[in-house]
């Protein structure tokens, strides 16, 4: 079985800041991981995932994360956030055997500040 | 991409009464469907794997009885909230896997209020 630690439920930050989410995961097979967006009151969108390959995925709109087997991180990055990006995120993950599985996190806040 | 829709968005039912959730996939075949819930300022919890033209997995905690789902074809999936109670009341997401996908495609959720 996998588990999701995203430590941190609240991340302010001002606008035109860096910012780092923080997730780790642990499982003792291989795995996906997956960061997910909820804005309030709707369901999740993919922002980003990791299946194989390079470690450093990106997304469209500036956000990056890259895989660390070692630390069983897969930290989100964004150098520089915007008002729109205040919203839930959610880590998630999947072991690759029984991929159809996925586990949560339990999110982070993330509030951008004018 | 693939798109998720669910129906309704908002449903408010007295208690006893049974609501439905709809959940479809618009642009592609959905082998497998999951449901979610999701508390305020939470997490979602899995609630059952759902395979076209077989029963759904449930969860463990998850009574299969009083959330009935019903993977009829391979756009839709339904899960009826029987006899809701307003313990019930919560976000339920639904999401699709496309054939061999390892990525989920989520619905844009169902928020019941059962008074």
């Known amino acids: 079985a996998q588990s999701v630690t995203q430590l941190d439920s609240q991340v302010p930050v001002f606008e035109e800041a860096p910012v780092e989410l923080r997730c780790n995961y642990s499982s003792s097979v291989s795995v996906y991981l997956f960061w997910y967006v909820q804005y309030p009151n709707q369901g999740l969108q993919l922002l980003l995932k990791y299946l194989s390959g390079s470690t450093l995925v990106e997304s469209i709109n500036g956000f990056e994360a890259e895989f660390n087997k070692s630390q069983t991180s897969f930290h989100l990055r964004k150098p520089s956030v915007h008002i729109s990006d205040t919203a839930e995120y959610f880590c998630?993950?999947?072991?690759?055997?029984?991929?159809?599985?996925?586990?949560f996190g339990t999110g982070t806040k993330l509030q951008v500040i004018p | 991409g693939a798109v998720v829709s669910q129906h309704p968005s908002r449903v408010i039912c007295k208690s006893g009464t049974s609501v439905k959730i709809e959940c479809r996939s618009l642009d592609f075949q959905a082998t497998t469907m999951f449901w979610y819930r999701q508390f305020p300022k939470q997490s979602l919890m899995l609630m059952a794997t759902s395979n076209e033209g077989s029963k759904a997995t449930y969860e463990q905690g998850v009574e299969k009885d009083k959330f009935l789902i019903n993977h009829a074809s391979l756009t839709l999936s339904t899960l009826t909230v029987t006899s809701a109670h307003p313990e019930d009341s919560s976000f339920y997401i639904c999401s699709a896997l496309a054939g061999k996908s390892v990525e989920q495609y989520f619905g844009p959720g169902t928020r019941l209020t059962v008074t």
């Open positions: 998630a993950v999947s072991d690759r055997a029984g991929y159809q599985k996925v586990t």
